[in-house]
Nanobody, 113 residues
């Protein structure tokens, strides 16, 4: 059973930054497949945030975060990152790492105004 683990969430003020990290109990899976980030705010459905291809050549962003968030991977460390800048209260959510079919348990991001 593969477990994905997110870290890096927390409380930040409007305009601040956070960097989320995702790793796997079977670290190699991070290097072998595309990895995505999703988020779920209270009372809302889980939504796509960003994804990165296996070979790092392609990245994808939702319109809500484009230009503010950057996804990257470090295959040597078997990690995927989500750098979040210019954070807004609307970014408050639990952020999940996804490497299909596996999901992490999420990390809370709270942006205060």
């Amino acid at each position: 059973q593969v477990q994905l683990v997110e870290s890096g969430g927390g409380l930040v003020q409007l305009g601040g930054s956070l960097k989320l990290s995702c790793t796997a109990s079977n670290g190699q899976i991070i290097n072998e497949y595309a990895v995505g980030w999703f988020r779920q705010a209270p009372g809302r459905e889980r939504e796509f945030v960003s994804a990165i291809s296996r070979d790092d050549a392609r990245t994808y962003y939702s319109d809500a975060v484009k230009g503010r968030f950057t996804i990257s991977r470090d295959n040597a460390k078997k990690m995927v990152y989500l750098q979040m800048d210019s954070l807004e209260p609307e970014d408050t959510a639990v952020y999940y790492c996804n490497c299909p079919p596996y999901w992490g348990q999420g990390t809370q991001v709270t942006v205060s105004s």
